[in-house]
Structures are given as structure tokens and as C-alpha cells.
């Protein structure tokens, strides 16, 4: 079992950056992939960005790749998400998730957070 709670949201201006936390409880942490996933109001919810349990292999939006970095620290059992240039349009709930492989669907994730709200003001 793994618990997540994230971190980090808050109101922000477009163009400023946030980074999101991803607080993990279970010494296994280490062994799974994480994603993070976002909502908006009246959205479904949407891939962000994965990495492997190792760090070495990493995914993407292709809309966000450039601006938004995950980064995980497995001693910590923290996972990370930088997001730089912000824009409203990237308002919404984010979720990190783990699972036991690295995926851009929400079914590949066994565990979640219970989301952290960042809002973009234009």
C-alpha cells in the first residue's frame, strides 16, 4: 500500500512557476512509477507527465513538455512537479499517482492522492 498527498498548489499569476509535491507514506515507494494527472472544472481528467521508479525514464504531454519537469527522490519518497510560464488554461486539480509500471493512462495507476488545486490568473 502506498498513501500520496500532495503539495504546493496555490494562486498564482500567468508566467510565474510552482512546483508540486508528492509525499509518499510505504518504504516501497522507491518500486513504483509515478504520474501526475490534472482536472479542470467540467474536464476530464488529463495525463501531465510519468517517471520510472528509477528516474531514468520520463514522459510527457506533448502540449506541456518544455514548460512542466517531474522529477522524483526516492530517499525522500517524494515526487515532484516543476511547472514554469504558467498559463490559466493550466488551472486545475493535480493528482500524482503510482503504479507499477510508467503510463499515460489514469487505469495504469493504482494509487492516488487526494489532488492539490493550482490556479492561474491571466
Known amino acids: 500500500q502506498v498513501q500520496l498527498v500532495e503539495s504546493g498548489g496555490e494562486l498564482v499569476q500567468a508566467g510565474d512557476s510552482l512546483r508540486l509535491s508528492c509525499a509518499a507514506s510505504?518504504?516501497?515507494?522507491?518500486?513504483?512509477?509515478m504520474g501526475w494527472f490534472r482536472q479542470a472544472p467540467g474536464k476530464e481528467r488529463e495525463f501531465v507527465a510519468a517517471?520510472?521508479?528509477?528516474?531514468?525514464?520520463?514522459y510527457y504531454a506533448d502540449s506541456l513538455k518544455g514548460r512542466f519537469t517531474i522529477s522524483r527522490d526516492n530517499a525522500k519518497n517524494t515526487g515532484f512537479l516543476q511547472m514554469n510560464s504558467l498559463k490559466p488554461e493550466d488551472t486545475a486539480v493535480y493528482y500524482c499517482?503510482?503504479?507499477?509500471?510508467?503510463?499515460?493512462?489514469?487505469?495504469?495507476?493504482?494509487?492516488w492522492g487526494q489532488g492539490t488545486q493550482v490556479t492561474v490568473s491571466s
Open positions: 499517482a503510482a503504479g507499477n509500471e510508467i503510463g499515460r493512462v489514469s487505469h495504469q495507476y493504482d494509487y
Open positions: 510505504g518504504r516501497t515507494f522507491r518500486r513504483y512509477a
Open positions: 517517471i520510472s521508479w528509477t528516474g531514468y525514464t520520463t
